[in-house]
């Protein structure tokens, strides 16, 4: 299993401001993953982190909106950038469970809750 | 496109009696499907994994099942509890990832379990 954790956990911010969100984890991981919860949506992939390489954004998410860092195997950043009500949402970062096998489960941080107003 | 579909309308049932989820997917195949729990104001939890060519899987009061002919699979828990009462979520691999590891997720079933 992995330990994950998120600074911070909460932020209420103004529109037009950036927040960093940082994600730590208590192994050496290949891939992290940075997923949107809306509220009352299930959860949405954003981007995933490799160590030494430029994140790979999914359909519809841009590295100018959420630049994302992966200075080691063990820690990333998500920047969420020129804040609207919309991105009012709940951060989570992920990484693979290490189990073994073709398919593994993910462990998720505890999320950070992002209020715009 | 590939869809996800769970059940968005709350789940509420007596304690002691079997509660059962559905997901269903349709326009692809997945290899695999997984099912988390997400309780208020936390990361979602891994609960189980089921292989394209497993027909079910049990842990403890919990059994997942794939019936990739009508493209569902089923969530059992046996016994419920309102400890159980949480927000099940199930996902699967995209189509043609191969071992990649990114996750579609359903919009999850809300179960209550009363006394």
């Known amino acids: 299993s992995a330990v994950i954790s998120q600074k911070p956990s909460r932020d209420i911010c103004q529109r037009g401001t950036s927040l960093t969100i940082q994600c730590q984890v208590d192994s050496q991981v290949t891939m992290m993953f940075w997923y949107r919860q809306q509220p009352g949506q299930s959860l949405t992939l954003i981007a995933t982190a490799n160590q030494g390489s430029e994140a790979t954004y999914e359909s519809g998410f841009v590295i100018d909106k959420f630049p994302i860092s992966r200075p080691n195997l063990t820690f990333s950043t998500l920047t969420v950038s020129n804040m609207s009500p919309e991105d009012s949402s709940i951060y989570l970062c992920?990484?693979?469970?290490?189990?073994?096998?073709?398919?593994?489960?993910?462990?998720f941080g505890p999320g950070t809750r992002l209020t715009v107003l | 496109s590939q869809k996800i579909e769970q059940n968005s309308e709350a789940l509420n049932i007596q304690e002691g009696k079997t509660a059962t989820l559905t997901c269903n997917y349709t326009n692809y195949s997945p290899a695999y499907l997984q099912w988390y729990r997400q309780d208020p104001g936390r990361g979602p939890v891994f609960l189980l994994l089921i292989r394209e060519n497993e027909k079910e899987k049990r842990k403890e009061r919990l059994k997942v099942t794939f019936d990739t002919t009508l493209k569902q699979s089923l969530f059992h828990i046996t016994a419920s509890q309102p400890a159980d009462s949480a927000t099940y979520l199930c996902?699967?691999?995209?189509?043609?990832?191969?071992?990649?590891?990114?996750?579609?997720f359903g919009t999850g079933t809300r179960l209550q379990v009363t006394l």
């Open positions: 996902a699967t691999n995209p189509a043609n990832t191969g071992t990649a590891s990114k996750l579609t």
């Open positions: 992920s990484v693979e469970g290490v189990a073994g096998g073709t398919y593994n489960e993910q462990f």
